[in-house]
């Protein structure tokens, strides 16, 4: 038995991270034990007016349908885009659509204020 199927046994859940999606990577991704793949913010940059559907978007809406594979989409910069990622089953992005890189400390009082009533958060 491989380590990695193991731990994922035992809860541990993989992430691939900056994925380039072509033919030969859809059919390993399909045979893997990750749980989670975040495709590369090239590809997303694909997705643009003149080509609002680049090829790789089919072959991932594919392996989305036949696996319990989630993906994250990085670099998501426009609503369009967002709105594409969408429709092919992708829910979940990043990108500075959303926002910018923020520090941890920035990330944590915003955290804080979000869990804050909103009736508290005005005093």
Same mark, same amino acid.
């Given at each position: 038995m491989n380590e990695m199927e193991e731990a994922a046994r035992s809860g541990v859940r993989f992430a691939l991270d900056d994925v380039m999606l072509d033919s030969a990577n859809l059919a390993v991704l399909s045979r893997c034990k990750f749980h989670i793949v975040k495709i590369d913010r090239? &590809?997303?940059a694909d997705i643009r007016p003149d080509q =609002?559907? =680049?090829e790789w978007l089919a072959g991932l809406?594919? &392996?989305l349908a036949a696996t319990d594979l989630q993906v994250i989409a990085e670099g998501v910069e426009t609503p369009a885009q #967002? $709105?594409?990622l969408r429709e092919a089953g992708i829910p979940m992005a990043q990108g +500075? &659509?959303?926002?910018r890189p923020l520090p941890a400390r #920035? &990330? $944590? #009082? +915003?955290q #804080?204020?979000?869990?804050?009533p909103a009736a508290e958060r005005g005093r």
């Open positions: 090239r &590809l997303v =609002p559907r =680049p809406a594919a &392996l #967002a $709105q594409v +500075f &659509l959303y926002s #920035a &990330l $944590q #009082a +915003f #804080a204020w979000h869990e804050t």
